[in-house]
């Protein structure tokens, strides 16, 4: 698979989630990416997803930042 389509594999798992309500609640950073911790703010549901792709990483920093800034 080619690095652009893992982005946009990793970055389409990311906005499912966003868009049924949950947050990212924890990142945990190692040497295969970063594992990130979304929680569903009305049942206490985390899922867990693994971002390898550089760019999916940005993506998700992008919107921890928006989130805490209370833009999301």
């Known amino acids: 698979m080619s690095e652009y ?5 990793e970055r389409d798992k990311i906005d499912f989630l966003i ?10 950073e190692h040497l295969d990416g970063a594992t990130v911790d ?3 703010p009305n049942g206490n ?6 971002i390898g792709n550089a760019n999916a990483r940005k993506y998700f920093s992008s919107i921890l930042i928006k ?3 209370g833009l999301l």
């Not at 389509?5 to 594999?9: A, G, S, T």
């Open 5 to 9: 389509h893992h982005f946009l594999e």
């Open 67 to 69: 989130q805490n800034q």
């Open 19 to 28: 868009q049924k309500g949950y947050r990212i609640s924890g990142v945990r």
């Open 38 to 40: 979304f929680v569903h």
């Open 45 to 50: 549901v985390i899922e867990t997803l693994l």
